[in-house]
């Protein structure tokens, strides 16, 4: 998943570090490497931390909004962290990126994962994975975060069709 994790950031890397003066061209590999794996780090941190609801809102179409999830808060402060310590930039300019790119970046994960048609992202694998349980019930997990319902819409509605009949 990192790599097409870091495709993804890639994609969006533009202003926030390739033309960011801030970030030294040499660098410009590293910052996408340390944005990469932040976001990597913090979507495990939720799902180990057992907040399913807060990680699975993030893929629930017409949910709140990316920026007011405390996942995403939490998914910003790590990448803070790594680009600070990994690169040396300050605070401000580590905020700075992440403020600009995050967004962009977990709109499109969102957008992949919820997207038939895109099998770079899988949402079934990305929680198995990263609460390190191959034999995690999706389903029920669903049944928790939908009240029992299905009739959520978006990734709600995925999910039920992907894991309704295991």
Same mark, same amino acid.
Not at 89 to 100: C, D, R, T, W
């Given at each position: 998943m990192i790599d097409q994790?870091?495709?993804l950031?890639?994609?969006? @890397? /533009?202003?926030?570090?390739?033309?960011?003066?801030?970030?030294?061209d040499e660098k410009n590999a590293e910052a996408i490497e340390a944005i990469s794996s932040g976001i990597e780090e913090g979507l495990q941190n939720e799902v180990r931390q057992g907040k399913y609801e807060e990680f699975l809102s993030m893929f629930q179409q017409g949910g709140q909004s990316l920026s007011a999830n405390p996942a995403v808060s939490g998914i910003m402060n790590n990448v803070v962290g790594n680009l600070s310590s990994r690169l040396g930039?300050?605070?401000?300019?580590?905020?700075?990126?992440? @403020?600009?790119l995050?967004?962009?970046?977990?709109? /499109?994960?969102?957008?992949?994962?919820?997207?038939?048609?895109d099998s770079d992202f899988d949402l079934q694998d990305m929680l198995r994975s990263f609460s390190g349980k191959e034999g995690l019930n999706v389903s029920e997990l669903l049944g928790k975060f939908t009240g029992g319902s299905k009739a959520g819409g978006g990734v709600g509605d995925m999910l039920g069709k992907m894991f309704g009949s295991k």
């Open positions: 994790l870091k495709k950031v890639e994609n969006y @890397a /533009g202003d926030a570090v390739i033309r960011n003066s801030e970030v030294p930039l300050s605070p401000q300019v580590s905020q700075s990126i992440a @403020a600009s995050i967004p962009m970046v977990m709109n /499109g994960l969102v957008s992949k994962t919820n997207d038939p048609n």
